[in-house]
C-alpha cells in the first residue's frame, strides 16, 4: 500500500513550511512575496501571479511578480485609470474571482483589454487580510477561461493569509509608525530587485524572468536575503557574474 501523500499535498506542506521558516524577527517581507507568487504558480492551476501592498500613503504598489506578465498586468492597473479587479478586492477586502474577463470583464474595460491582449483569460483575486486591516492583493492569472474551485480558492487564501500574518507581526502591529517603516522597506527593495534583474538580463543576455530565476535561486543558495543579493549585483560586477554562472552550473 502506497502511503506517501499526493505530489500537491507535499508540495503544499512545503510551501507552507518553507513559508512560515521565514516568519521570524527579521525576516524578509520581499523575500516572502516572492516565495508566495512562485508557490501559487505551482499548486494552482494560474499561469502568473503578482503582489500589491500599501505604502506609507495606503496607496498600492506592486511589489512582487511570478513573472514579467503578472508585473506588467499589476502596473496597468497602478498608472492608468487605478480601477482593476486587484484593486476592487483591496479596496473591498473581499475576493474577487472572474471566470472570463472577455464577458464578464465590464467593470474595468480597459485592465479586460489589455489582459486579453497579453492572453490572460482570467483572473481571481485574494485580499491580503489580517481581521478589519487589508494591506494588499494576491492576483492570480489565467491563459484560459476557468473558475477557480472552491478548494483551490481556499487553498490560496491559506498562502496568501500566512503571508499577511508574516507583514502584519504582533509587534508591528503595536505600533502603526512599525508597520509603515516595514512596509515601505520592502516596497524599496522591490525596486532594487528589479534593477538587479535589469542588470543580469543586459550582462547576461537573457529575459528578465530568467534572470529573477537565477536571482531567486543563487539567493536560497546561499542563504541570502534576496533584496542584500540585489543590491550587490547593481554594485559589483563580480557578484552579478557569480550569478549568471549558474546558467551552466
Known sequence: MNTRPPRRERALTEALVEMADTLVADYDVVDLSHRLASHCVDLLPVAAAGLLLIDEHGDLRMLASSNEQARLLELFQLETDQRGPCLEAFHTGHPVLVDDLESNGRRWPAFAFEARRQGIRAVHVLPLRLRAETV?????????????????RRLGQALADVATIGILQQRALERSETVIEQLQGALN????IEQAKGVLA????IDVDTAFA????????HRM??????RSVGVDRVVAADVLRRRSG
Open 225 to 230: 536575503r534576496l533584496s542584500d543579493l540585489a
Open 189 to 192: 527593495s522591490r525596486v532594487t
Open 214 to 221: 537565477l536571482l531567486r535561486d543563487y539567493a536560497r543558495e
Open 136 to 152: 494588499g492583493a494576491l492576483s492570480l492569472f489565467s491563459n484560459d477561461v476557468t473558475s477557480l474551485s472552491e478548494d483551490d
Open 202 to 205: 543586459e550582462r547576461g543576455g
